[in-house]
Every structure is written in C-alpha cells, then in structure tokens.
C-alpha cells in the first residue's frame, strides 16, 4: 500500500542555519506533494506545494524540491529563527482530494 | 482561501458518553473531511462528509462510531459516540480548495476519562 514517511525525530537547529526534513513516499507516484506547518494546540497550515515535474519551489525563506528517481522531498527553512518552531507536515493526494499525512518533523530553533 | 471554525476547541468526556464536534466554513466547499490526529501521530483520514449523500469512511473507521452529518455546503459534524479512553485524540475538519492547499479548523482536543 502506498505510504509516505518523516523521520519524526526532532530537529534542533541553531538560528540562522538551515533546517532540512525529508519526506518518502513508497509504492505509488503522487502528482504533487505538500508541506504543511502545525503549532501546538493549532490546525496545519498550509506552506507550499510542488508537482512532479516541478524539481523545486520557493516562498520566502522555505524551499521544497521534488525528486521522483529517489520518491523523495526536500524541505529546507533558510535563515532560521526561533519563530519557525513547530512541526512541518509532508501530505500526498490519493483520490477524490484526499490527503496523507506523514507523521510530521519537529523543528527547535535555538537562539 | 477558507476560515474555519470548530467547536468545541477541547473537551473531557465520561466514557459511554457522545461528542459531538461542529465545523463552519466561511464558504462554500465541495467537500469536507475529518481527521483524527492521535498523541505523537499524523493525522489520519476519518471520513470525507458529503453533502445531501453519506459520509464515505476510511477503512478502519465506521458510521455507528463516527457518524457524520453535512446538512449544508458550509457546515459539517463529527459525532464521538460511546467513547473510550482509546477516543482520547485530536479531531481535526478541513476543506480543500481545489488542488492547491486544505484549509483546517484549529482542531477538538478530546480527553475520554
């Protein structure tokens, strides 16, 4: 069955370097992916999404690239800072809008 | 984009008991869905709530457990029903806008004691 995967060990970043989290999918190809931030007690928002032919995205501080031959995606936050605290989503579609979610990564901006 | 708002934003239950948990949109979505999100868990798909039809379930999950109902194309609820310690979780509604993002309610904490 199709799967996707973060590692959901914690990630504690020194301010101002990059955070990288990784997100892999398994036994299907999905037409884009999401990455998605949630704060404690809070809903996920939405960040950015990328489509398999698209190899990266930018907004801001945040990059997303996409590599189909791995089955993996890449999400970096540059300049970190402690107000990126919180834990970032991987979500892929399977059907009629649905989405699944990978279990998520925290990130601890330390400053 | 969406605002949405769920009710209530948390909740200590008896077990046996019945939650029900509401979920307005601001708009007018197509479809709506409900998460479950379990301690130290992703969230994981419950139901999509379909207007004017039953709600369609995940595997795993059934309707005496969950039902659903989506009187209109704006509001949804989850019911909780005969609850467990094991209900105990983060309930989550969202809608989609189109292929671009989901929007979420900020989600029901649920403690069944």
């Known amino acids: 069955s199709q799967k996707i995967e973060q590692n959901s060990e914690a990630l504690n970043i020194q301010e101002g370097k990059t955070a990288t989290l990784t997100c892999n999918y398994t036994?299907?190809?999905?037409?884009?992916l999401q990455w998605y931030r949630q704060d404690p007690g809070r809903g996920p928002v939405f960040l950015l999404l990328i489509r398999e032919n698209e190899k990266e995205k930018r907004k801001e501080r945040l990059k997303v690239t996409f590599d189909t031959t791995l089955k993996q995606s890449l999400f970096h936050i540059t300049a970190s800072q402690p107000a990126d605290s919180a834990t970032y989503l991987c979500?892929?579609?399977?059907?009629?809008?649905?989405?699944?979610f990978g279990k998520g990564n925290q990130v601890v901006v330390i400053p | 984009s969406a605002v949405i708002s769920q009710k209530p934003s948390r909740d200590i239950c008896q077990r046996g008991t019945s939650l029900t948990i509401q979920c307005q949109v601001d708009?007018?979505?197509?479809?709506m869905f409900w998460y479950r999100q379990q301690p130290g868990q992703s969230l994981t798909l419950i139901a999509t709530a379909n207007q004017g039809s039953e709600a369609t379930y995940e595997s795993g999950f059934v309707i005496d457990k969950f039902p659903i109902s989506r009187p209109n194309l704006t509001f949804s609820t989850l019911t909780v029903s005969n609850m467990s310690p094991e209900d105990s979780s983060i309930y989550l509604c969202s809608a989609p806008t189109g292929l671009s993002e989901a929007f979420f309610g900020q989600g029901t904490r649920l403690t069944v004691v």
């Open positions: 979500a892929s579609p399977y059907g009629n809008n649905r989405l699944a």
């Open positions: 036994n299907y190809s999905p037409a884009y």
């Open positions: 708009s007018q979505v197509t479809m």
